[in-house]
C-alpha cells in the first residue's frame, strides 16, 4: 500500500471497464503520466469479452489493480464495487472512453486542505471523435461553495474531473445501483447538501464524444430516471431539494421536446414548445423543429 501524509493522500482512481479496449491505452498512460505520484488504480473490469484485460496488464505498475467483476451490474454498482475495494481517501474517476491532462491530480488534490471540502472538479474539454475538433466544456467560472442551486439550475460537474473525499461519500451511501444514467448527477446533489464543493477553472480532463457514449444512445432512460428522481421520497422529504426541483422538470420538459422533435411528433413538440417561457432553450427548440436535420446535425458539428 502507498504511504499517505497529510500532504500527500493516497488517490484511488476508479476505472470502470466494460469492453473498453479502443481506447483504454490513451486512459490508462493519461494516469501513468501524472506529475502527482501517490495513487492507485482500480480496474474493475464488468466481465468484458474484448481485449481489455490483456491491455491492462501491458501497464507493468503495482500501483494498477485489477478486480473482475463476479457478475455484469449497472455502472453504478460497479462503481460501488470498484469503491469498496480501493484504499485512497481521495477517490476519483476516469472511464475507458477519456482522458486527463497531466497535473490533473497535482491541481486538485491540493483543495483538501480545508477538511469541509468533500468534492473538487474543474473545467473539462469535450473532445468530437469525427471531427477531431477540441472545445471547452463551460465558458463561465464555475463555482465553489455551497452550491445546490446551481446544480440544479446548471450541472457542469463532469465525473471524469472530480475529486471526492471517500467520507463524503460514504456519507451519502453512495451511488445509487437502480440508475444507469443520472447516479452521478444524484450522488452529487446529495453530496452538496452536506460538503463544500471547490473547483480548478481550468480544463484539466478530456471527454470524448462519439456515436456510441452511452448517455447519447439512452435519452428516453435519462427521462425516466429524472422522473423518478424528482418523485423520490430522499429528494420530496428534503426542502432544501425541493424548493429547485422545478428546474429539473423544466429539463425533462425540453428533452421530452427534444425527442419528438427528434421521433417527428411535431404536434406533441409544438405542445411542449408553448409552454416554454421566452428563453434561449426554447429558441433551440424552434430551430431544431423547424430546420433540416442535415442543418442541425452541421451546427452541432460546428458549434
Request: charged share 30%; hydrophobic share 35%; aromatic share 14%.
Amino acid at each position: 500500500m502507498n504511504k499517505q501524509t497529510n500532504s500527500s493522500p493516497l488517490v484511488s482512481i476508479i476505472v470502470n471497464c466494460f469492453n473498453g479496449e479502443k481506447y483504454l491505452k490513451k486512459t490508462l498512460s493519461s494516469i501513468l503520466e501524472q506529475t502527482y505520484q501517490n495513487w492507485e488504480v482500480i480496474f474493475w473490469d464488468n466481465q468484458s469479452s474484448d481485449n481489455s484485460k490483456k491491455i491492462f496488464y501491458e501497464f507493468q505498475d503495482k500501483r494498477f489493480k485489477y478486480f473482475y467483476s463476479e457478475r455484469h451490474t449497472s455502472l453504478y454498482e460497479a462503481r460501488n464495487g470498484a469503491i469498496n475495494n480501493s484504499s485512497g481517501e481521495i477517490i476519483a474517476f476516469l472511464d475507458t472512453d477519456d482522458w486527463w491532462h497531466k497535473e490533473k491530480l497535482d491541481k486538485q488534490i491540493k483543495f483538501f486542505k480545508d477538511s469541509k471540502i468533500g468534492l473538487v472538479y474543474s473545467n473539462c474539454y469535450l473532445y468530437h471523435e469525427k471531427t477531431k475538433k477540441i472545445k471547452k466544456f463551460y465558458n463561465k467560472i464555475l463555482k465553489s461553495g455551497f452550491i445546490t442551486e446551481q446544480i440544479f439550475k446548471n450541472y457542469n460537474i463532469g465525473i471524469l474531473t472530480v475529486l471526492l473525499r471517500k467520507e463524503a461519500y460514504k456519507s451519502v451511501s453512495g451511488f445509487d445501483n437502480d440508475y444507469h444514467i443520472i447516479g452521478d448527477f444524484d450522488l452529487i446533489t446529495r453530496l452538496s447538501l452536506k460538503w463544500k464543493f471547490d473547483c480548478a477553472q481550468e480544463p484539466l480532463a478530456y471527454y470524448r464524444i462519439h456515436d456510441k457514449n452511452f448517455s447519447f444512445l439512452n435519452k428516453t432512460t435519462e427521462i425516466k430516471e429524472l422522473e423518478k428522481w424528482i418523485l423520490d421520497s430522499r429528494i420530496i422529504s428534503n426542502e432544501k431539494l425541493k424548493v429547485h426541483l422545478h428546474y429539473i422538470k423544466k429539463k425533462i420538459l425540453f428533452l421530452k421536446t427534444a425527442k419528438y422533435i427528434d421521433d417527428g411528433d411535431q404536434m406533441k413538440a409544438l405542445k411542449n414548445i408553448f409552454s416554454f417561457p421566452l428563453q434561449l432553450n426554447k429558441m433551440k427548440l424552434i430551430l431544431r423543429l423547424i430546420l433540416p436535420k442535415e442543418i442541425m446535425q452541421k451546427i452541432r458539428k460546428f458549434r
